[in-house]
């Protein structure tokens, strides 16, 4: 004879519910954004950029405040740090000390220190506003070539080919040389670095612009798509309110990956004189100055480093983050 | 195939003649628009103690108050047949790939270019060999030993590498090298490979080595991401049950098809390095073609300037030109579609 069975207790208890109760944290419905969001916070070196970068962002907004804090003003001269001899830097370190944290510039000891400060406002800035340009081009064209096809797609595809033909850094700094001073309302620095970021943004529009329009190329081939276009969508609403918002997650991570190139690129202009005019600090003009004192390592170490360490955070971050929104990577 | 070749050699005069056209609007259509004036643009060509008789003469004999659409004209004359300057005191003949004379100096453009070439092309081919071997060798290796230290170290530097700057690199490369160990030799030195081989390959080597690192890096990441990707597919399983050797099949099946995309980066990049590798050479002072644009901008020299542009251009067209031709020649698939 066997046990009754004791139901009794538990059946009362094994609601449907239940189960889902029980397994609800787990089975939430999870967005893209959600998953690539958790597998981003696994990944210790990706977080590790993200985290540089917005200490890096935090310091260029920052950045007066720092240097009145840690500093001296960006452009005054220190001559009593000089030795008059030489012009070199008196102390040892490229006169490193509390006062001057990462010491002086020889010549008219300007601090090195402030001065990198208020370069990393002026690299990111540029970095990120051009890379906003591409952005913003690359979609259209993108969208436009990837979703209408035909002509469209075909003159868009050549254009991008033109320009990926372009010797796209002579071709820059010939432009960058040209500038004005003055013109569009602006004048000086502040039209420069406009320009500059209309400049870097324009040339790398394509990278974008072919990521788009191979994304685009699939999504108007997806179910939701057809839905939406059986249910009488116009192009524009199926554009806007389908397409854009699938688009979010690829845009997002390869402007990630830009920043970092175009803040390669504007570090470049500035080296080669052609970027943001002296005196106003920037890394790359920094380095064009540092190639007159071979013998002051820390001189051409510190803007290099600068470079350095921002673009590999961006590019650690964009790293992970296209990892993160990968469907296969895992 | 000859179809195609036909097809891709319009195309690629197509796009010669849509650089040009963009080159020429930039440095003389956009500065009539910000204002500058065909005088101003003509004392150029005759300096400032000009009076403005002899200013307007000359912007009239070089045809500056012409439509823009007679002046390009003109500009692409010169350089597929040559152009003939009209100075009043005599014709001068300026022969076929005519890019004007220099604001500077006075002298025809082309020559200069020329004189400039090897220096450039010495620097890109070395460079070129290293980052190739260098970035593909690494990039298989860690693919095929994915996961383990030799696989992190790599493409952890290979990271910093795309992260740095060449005029960094070059210049803790000469400041360690040169300067402090006084193992090779300072910024400037160039000697033509004629002249003395084993000079020229001694006075290079740094400059190589510093521009192959960064290539490598960006080639190498590449390479391993492709690689993951063929060694997964199925006609790699085949080709390992049916025997062959693993080299064979990581050689001629695996890295045969990761390889596609990196000749084609490949094209691009030795084309527009042949143009000019500026960076580089204001870095190391070579006296190359990215150096002369340098120069030119400085200086304003507009036809210099152009010239150089359009030259580089010329590269990456026909370097890019090549690839595909090849590409063709490698995959049957391309030529047909």
Do not use: H
């Given at each position: 004879m066997t046990a009754p069975l004791d139901v009794s207790g538990s059946a009362s208890e094994a609601r449907p519910e239940s189960v889902l109760e029980g397994a609800g944290k787990a089975v939430q419905g999870r967005s893209l954004s959600r998953i690539a969001w958790m597998r981003l916070r696994r990944d210790k070196v990706a977080l590790a950029g993200g985290i540089t970068v917005i200490l890096l962002v935090l310091v260029?907004?920052?950045?007066?405040?720092i240097i009145s804090l840690l500093g001296h003003p960006p452009l005054e001269f220190h001559q009593d740090q000089i030795d008059q001899s030489t012009l070199l830097p008196k102390g040892d370190f490229g006169g490193m000390s509390s006062e001057y944290l990462l010491g002086v510039e020889p010549v008219n000891g300007r601090d090195i220190f402030s001065r990198i400060v208020a370069g990393a406002w002026i690299s990111l800035l540029i970095g990120i506003l051009a890379t906003l340009v591409s952005v913003v081009i690359g979609t259209v064209m993108g969208?436009?070539?990837?979703?209408?096809?035909?002509?469209?797609?075909?003159?868009?595809?050549?254009?991008?080919?033109?320009?990926?033909?372009?010797?796209l850094l002579v071709f820059a700094i010939a432009l960058a040389g040209v500038i004005p001073d003055k013109g569009f309302g602006l004048e000086g620095n502040g039209l420069r670095i406009a320009m500059l970021v209309f400049i870097i943004g324009f040339f790398s529009w394509p990278s974008i612009g072919r990521i788009v329009r191979g994304q685009t190329l699939s999504l108007r081939e997806r179910e939701f798509v057809d839905a939406a276009r059986s249910l009488g969508a116009r192009n524009g609403y199926i554009l806007f309110r389908e397409i854009l918002p699938n688009l979010m997650a690829p845009i997002l991570v390869y402007a990630t990956l830009?920043?970092?190139?175009?803040?390669?690129?504007?570090?470049?202009?500035?080296?080669?004189?052609?970027?943001?005019?002296?005196?106003?600090?920037?890394?790359?003009?920094?380095?064009?100055?540092?190639?007159?004192?071979?013998?002051?390592p820390h001189f051409v170490l510190f803007p290099g480093l600068a470079i350095f360490i921002t673009v590999l955070a961006f590019n650690l971050f964009g790293d992970g983050l296209r990892d993160a929104f990968d469907p296969r990577a895992h | 195939m000859l179809t195609y070749i036909i097809r891709r050699l319009i195309g690629a005069i197509?796009?010669?003649?849509?650089i040009s056209m963009v080159t020429f609007g930039i440095f003389f259509v956009v500065p009539q628009w910000a204002g500058s004036s065909p005088e101003a643009m003509a004392s150029r060509y005759v300096g400032r103690a000009a009076t403005p008789e002899t200013v307007h003469l000359v912007a009239q004999k070089l045809g500056f108050y012409d439509p823009v659409i007679v002046q390009y004209g003109r500009f692409a004359k010169g350089i597929v047949a040559g152009a003939e300057y009209d100075y009043g005191a005599g014709v001068e003949q300026c022969p076929a790939p005519c890019f004007g004379y220099s604001f500077i100096s006075g002298q025809p453009v082309w020559p200069d270019l020329l004189d400039r070439m090897p220096v450039t092309f010495s620097l890109a081919i070395g460079a070129a060999l290293l980052w190739v071997l260098g970035g593909v060798s690494v990039g298989v290796i860690s693919a095929l030993r994915r996961g383990t230290f030799f696989d992190r170290l790599s493409m952890g530097t290979a990271l910093a590498g795309v992260s740095l700057p060449i005029f960094f690199t070059g210049m803790l490369s000469l400041v360690v090298f040169s300067y402090g160990l006084g193992w090779t030799p300072?910024?400037?030195s160039w000697t033509d490979f004629t002249e003395n081989p084993a000079q020229w390959a001694f006075n290079l080597l740094l400059p190589w080595i510093t521009l192959a690192f960064l290539f490598a890096a960006t080639y190498a990441r590449l390479t391993r991401a492709g690689m993951l990707e063929t060694m997964g597919?199925?006609?790699?399983?085949?080709?390992?049950?049916?025997?062959?050797?693993?080299?064979d099949v990581v050689v001629k099946h695996g890295l045969r098809a990761a390889l596609t995309p990196i000749l084609t980066l490949f094209g691009i990049d030795f084309g527009l390095l042949i143009g000019g590798a500026v960076l580089t050479e204001t870095t190391y002072t070579l006296p190359g073609l990215g150096q002369f644009a340098i120069l030119a901008i400085r200086n304003q020299d507009l036809p210099?300037?152009?010239?150089?542009?359009?030259?580089?251009?010329?590269?990456?067209?026909?370097?890019?030109?090549?690839?595909?031709?090849?590409?063709?020649?490698?995959d049957p698939r391309v030529r047909l579609s």
């Open positions: 260029a907004i920052f950045s007066s405040p969208v436009i070539a990837g979703y209408f096809g035909g002509w469209a797609d075909q003159i868009i595809g050549r254009l991008m080919d033109v320009f990926l033909a372009f010797p830009l920043i970092p190139t175009n803040i390669l690129f504007e570090a470049a202009l500035s080296f080669l004189g052609v970027g943001i005019n002296p005196p106003t600090p920037t890394w790359g003009g920094m380095l064009s100055e540092a190639v007159r004192f071979y013998t002051l | 197509a796009m010669l003649i849509v300072p910024g400037g597919e199925d006609y790699v399983r085949t080709a390992r049950a049916k025997g062959l050797s693993e080299r210099q300037v152009m010239g150089v542009v359009l030259f580089a251009a010329c590269f990456v067209v026909v370097a890019s030109l090549i690839v595909d031709l090849l590409y063709a020649w490698v």
